[in-house]
């Protein structure tokens, strides 16, 4: 790969060009431009071999606190960069200046961000297993991962390079390819399924007819409308209680839901109110009489 332009002289942004793939040095870069123009001091104290620094980020108009350790070079920021993006924040890159730091220490970024992140992967035939497990890795398996890295090395070299190498390497591919197909086993699709499943196959399969079945509902058909119609007038009709008609339908059914009735007997309603008004009149002379009394 390319070198990436680098914005000053100084041995902390060229060991982050090293280090980082373009994209994520790009938003290093940009950390580290920061951190040469907009920060300043605020604060520095000591506390159990760890040095606090508060810097002041002019951008932001507010302070951020650095834990720094000078022995094992571990360091911490309250802006949590690291955490969520896995590259050393402007405020760490500040303190790392000060004190004269020429190389990222390993602590402060993520290894997938780096140039040589697949070179210490180690793969099988199957898949890719972690750095931890190289106890469990075979020789055929190193050689297999070695294999790999140089694939990955090979592919990274061919980028930006004429068409004709491409060409070259498909054509190297196959021929090594073709050198090994002899050696593969010749068995069919169908023998490695009987040596994975440990038995021969029937080769004689006996298919019986499906019993028959009838379906609910089957050897009725659907009415027209016209059918229905006529099916519907050869019913007796019958009184609806909502529109007191006799037709055939019912009141679940009515076409004319909200339909105002007159009461029944209109001299029943009179009775009601004279009954009423009767009632009222004994009441009011019930409370005479009893005011009366009182008096």
């Not at 000060?98 to 992140?117: C, M, Q, V, Y």
């Not at 070299?157 to 004429?162: A, S, Y």
């Not at 029944?264 to 004994?282: L, T």
């Amino acid at each position: 790969q390319s070198t990436p332009q680098l914005f000053s002289k100084s041995a902390l942004e060229s060991d982050g060009a090293r280090l980082f793939t373009h994209a994520v040095f790009e938003e290093f870069q940009e950390e580290y431009k920061y951190s040469t123009n907009t920060l300043t001091s605020r604060g520095f104290s000591e506390s159990n071999n760890m040095e606090l620094n508060t810097v002041k980020d002019a951008l932001r108009n507010r302070n951020f606190i650095v834990q720094y350790n000078p022995g094992t070079l571990e360091s911490s920021c309250t802006c949590k960069l690291f955490e969520r993006r896995g590259i050393p924040c402007r405020h760490i890159l500040w303190i790392y200046l000060g004190n004269g730091l020429e190389k990222i220490p390993e602590s402060s970024f993520a290894k997938r961000w780096t140039k040589d992140a697949l070179r210490d992967i180690k793969s099988n035939h199957k898949g890719c297993v972690g750095v931890g497990d190289v106890d469990i890795i075979d020789k055929k398996q190193i050689e297999m991962t070695k294999l790999w890295s140089e694939v990955h090395e090979t592919m990274g070299v061919l980028i930006g390079r004429e068409k004709e190498h491409v060409e070259d390497l498909c054509k190297l591919i196959k021929e090594f390819r073709e050198k090994l197909l002899p050696s593969v086993s010749a068995m069919t699709k169908h023998q490695e399924l009987e040596k994975l499943l440990g038995c021969a196959s029937n080769n004689e399969i006996t298919i019986l007819p499906p019993k028959f079945s009838k379906n609910k509902g089957s050897g009725k058909r659907m009415m027209s409308n016209k059918a229905k119609a006529v099916a519907c007038a050869s019913k007796p009709k019958r009184m609806c209680n909502n529109c007191k008609q006799m037709t055939h339908h019912d009141k679940r059914n009515c076409p004319n839901p909200f339909v105002e009735h007159p009461p029944k007997n209109a001299d029943d309603e009179e009775e009601k109110e004279e009954e009423e008004e009767e009632e009222e009149d004994e009441e009011e002379e019930e409370e005479n009489e009893d005011d009366e009394l009182e008096e």
